[in-house]
């Protein structure tokens, strides 16, 4: 069965610091692969997106994601946090098409000044 | 564009009751979807539509109705609320077309009594 593993529920860091948030999936088939954020009583907004071809993703607010198919993960990067990515996360994977998304449990990231 | 819009964004219900969390999207989308996010379970599909006309079951049907008469829009219908149904309702849509990408509404938060 599909599934997608968030291993960090919850992760601190300090402003200017590096991120790395990890995402792996099981799928059979070559996966749709994404990575949403979600401020506190906000919605969804796409960071960025995994279909095909080069294999490391650049997103919007400064993130990419690398997929690696040996390793079944996708995992989420970036070079400096600003206070401002305080938030919630989600990995996702469309099983089956891309308008049925099976999603992690999530990271809720802290980011300390 | 509006893009995805959700009414009511808030809602308190009584066991028993039932009530329709509406959905409407004017970017002429096909595909929608309905998920609901619950704390430590990331969203899980509960159903979706490929076109007017077409509706599918997804992961947490049960308990939950839908029907899509128009493009525009993808109504979530609970018969009889539970406790369990306590949650926020997210509604997406998606292009069959160009960027294969979900846009998510605001979302609905339901409490029920």
């Given at each position: ?14 402003e ?13 088939a070559t996966?749709?692969?994404f ?27 400064g ?15 970036k ?16 099983a ?18 | ?19 329709t ?8 989308h096909?595909?929608m ?12 599909l ?8 077409i ?5 947490v049907p ?15 219908r609970?018969?009889?609320?539970a406790?369990?149904?306590t ?19 605001p ?7």
């Amino acid at each position: 069965a599909q599934s997608v593993t968030q291993p960090d529920i919850h992760i601190t860091v300090s402003e200017g610091a590096s991120l790395e948030l990890r995402c792996n999936y099981s799928y059979g088939a070559t996966p749709y692969l994404f990575w949403y954020v979600q401020s506190p009583g906000q919605g969804l907004q796409l960071l960025l997106k995994y279909f095909s071809g080069d294999t490391l993703v650049q997103g919007i607010k400064g993130f990419e994601a690398e997929f690696k198919r040996s390793q079944s993960s996708f995992n989420l990067r970036k070079p400096s946090v600003h206070w401002s990515d305080a938030a919630e996360y989600f990995c996702a994977v469309g099983a089956g098409g891309y308008n049925k998304l099976i999603f992690g449990a999530g990271t809720r990231l802290a980011v300390h000044p | 564009n509006a893009g995805v819009t959700q009414t009511p964004k808030f809602q308190v219900l009584k066991t028993g009751q039932s009530m329709t969390l509406q959905c409407a999207q004017d970017m002429n989308h096909e595909y929608m979807s309905w998920y609901r996010q619950d704390p430590g379970m990331g969203l899980r599909l509960i159903h979706y539509s490929v076109g007017a006309g077409i509706t599918d079951q997804g992961e947490v049907p049960n308990g939950y109705n839908v029907s899509r008469s128009t493009t525009e829009d993808f109504p979530l219908r609970l018969l009889s609320a539970a406790p369990s149904q306590t949650s926020v309702y997210f509604c997406a849509s998606t292009p069959t077309t160009g960027a294969k990408t979900q846009y998510f509404g605001p979302g609905t938060r339901l409490l029920v009594l």
